[in-house]
C-alpha cells in the first residue's frame, strides 16, 4: 500500500461523521420542548414533542449504542492498519462503511415507523418527516457510493499500472 492519501481522507471524514454520532448517543441531553407559537399549532408542536422523545429514547438505546462503539472500533482498526500500510485496512474500512449503510437503513425504518404512530391527524408532519428520512437515507447512499467508487478507483488503478509494468517488462 504506498498511495494511502485517499484512505486517510476518507478515515477523516468518517472519523468526523462518526464522532457526531457518540456526541448524539453518548452526550446530548433531553430535547427541549417545543411551544406553539404563532408559526406552530399546539398539535404540530406536541408531535414534534413525542418525535423528538422518541428519536432521543432511539438514539440513546443499547443497540444504537453498539452500533456505534462498533464504528469506533472499525475506525480505530482501520486507521491502526493503515498506519502500518496493512491492506486489512482497505477491507476494516469496507466494513465500516458497511455498518453507516447498516445504521441509514435502521434511522430510516425507525422514523418511518414511529412518525406515523404519533401523529393525531397531522398529515403534514408525518409527510414532512418521512421526506427528511428518506432524504437523509438518499444523501446517506449517495456519500456510501462515492466512497466506493473512490476506493475501487484507487484499487482499480493500481492493478491496471501493475498489468502495463508487468507487460512492459515482458515487452523488453
Do not use: C
Not at 406553539?36 to 443497540?63: P, R, W
Not at 474500512?93 to 441509514?104: R, V
Not at 434511522?107 to 432524504?135: K, Q
Request: charged share 15%.
Amino acid at each position: 500500500m504506498k498511495r494511502t492519501v485517499y484512505l486517510y481522507i476518507l478515515l477523516a471524514t468518517s472519523v468526523i461523521a462518526t464522532l457526531s454520532r457518540v456526541f448524539s448517543s453518548f452526550f446530548s441531553g433531553q430535547p427541549e420542548t417545543i411551544q406553539s407559537s404563532e408559526y406552530i399549532s399546539s398539535d404540530m408542536a406536541t408531535y414534534l414533542n413525542e418525535l423528538a422523545k422518541v428519536q432521543y429514547a432511539y438514539s440513546t438505546g443499547v443497540f444504537y449504542r453498539s452500533l456505534v462503539i462498533l464504528m469506533v472500533i472499525a475506525l480505530l482498526a482501520s486507521l491502526f492498519y493503515l498506519l502500518r500500510k496493512d491492506l486489512k485496512a482497505v477491507f476494516i474500512y469496507l466494513f465500516y462503511l458497511g455498518l453507516t449503510f447498516i445504521e441509514s437503513l435502521l434511522a430510516l425504518v425507525h422514523n418511518l415507523t414511529w412518525a406515523p404512530s404519533l401523529s393525531s391527524g397531522l398529515e403534514s408532519g408525518v409527510a414532512t418527516s418521512a421526506a427528511s428520512s428518506w432524504l437523509a437515507f438518499a444523501f446517506s447512499l449517495l456519500l456510501l457510493a462515492i466512497y466506493l467508487l473512490v476506493i475501487y478507483l484507487n484499487r482499480n488503478s493500481r492493478a491496471i499500472k501493475k498489468a502495463k509494468k508487468a507487460k512492459s517488462s515482458m515487452d523488453l
